[in-house]
């Protein structure tokens, strides 16, 4: 099993819409949670830190679930710009980072 | 990526020949680390420095030696490229608020 698993899409959704991401982690014992927005292979930039409480940054929400190692990201009324590959990464300890495979999103006009 | 800076940016090699992967900071954090991508893999640490001085390896370390000599570079080096190590290089430092990592622009290195 990955340490770190999400669906890698493609998710093709229209201008509008909403669209949820998912990321399951093996590791009970990992510390921090975030999600990253990579475009066309660029560098990753993160997109927003996760916490257990629930958190948002304008049309981004995410989540996290401890108990099932379950975390979440939910955009709403999607951009065209929001088009990327959008990485569910993990810090275990000792400030290594363990990534997903990522999800590519294409959102149409 | 005022932050972190990577050369070269596009690297091709023939089987055999060695390179060095250069990154630096200007941030002044002490841990460094080293990840490549591949396509539908992600992102693996390939190793990483807590200080200077000091290195460690990550999940996918066979092929590569790296030198932290100072604070501000981390090298890469690969001493015989294989085909296998084509790939996108990232180097990155600490965040600054939860423990993550912010990246450099990557070197984009292929391997005939």
């Known amino acids: 099993r990955k340490e770190v698993e999400q669906d890698p899409g493609p998710f093709n959704v229209p201008e509008g819409a909403t669209v949820a991401f998912n990321c399951t982690y093996s590791?009970?014992?990992?510390?921090?949670f975030f999600w990253y927005r990579q475009d066309c292979r660029k560098e990753p930039k993160l997109l927003m830190s996760?916490?257990?409480s629930g958190n948002e940054d304008g049309r981004f929400t995410a989540q996290l679930n401890r108990a099932s190692q379950y975390i979440s990201l939910l955009i709403r009324d999607s951009k065209l710009s929001d088009s990327a590959t959008y990485l569910c990464?993990?810090?275990?300890?000792?400030?290594?980072?363990?990534f997903g495979q990522g999800t590519e999103l294409s959102v149409k006009p | 990526n005022a932050g972190v800076t990577q050369t070269p940016k596009f690297q091709v090699l023939k089987t055999g020949q060695s390179m060095t992967l250069q990154c630096a900071q200007d941030?002044?954090?002490?841990?460094m680390y080293w990840y490549r991508q591949d396509p539908g893999m992600g992102l693996r640490l390939i190793y990483y420095?807590?200080?200077?001085?000091?290195?460690d390896k990550g999940e996918v370390p066979n092929g590569y030696n790296v030198s932290r000599l100072n604070k501000r570079e981390f090298s890469l080096r690969l001493e015989s490229a294989a085909p296998s190590q084509t790939s996108v290089y990232f180097c990155?430092?600490?965040?600054?608020?939860?423990?993550?990592?912010?990246f450099g622009p990557g070197t984009r290195l292929t391997v005939l």
């Open positions: 990464v993990v810090n275990f300890r000792g400030g290594k980072l363990i």
């Open positions: 590791n009970s014992a990992s510390q921090s």
């Open positions: 996760v916490y257990s």
């Open positions: 941030m002044n954090h002490n841990s």
């Open positions: 420095s807590a200080s200077e001085g000091t290195t």
């Open positions: 990155a430092i600490p965040g600054q608020v939860d423990n993550e990592q912010f």
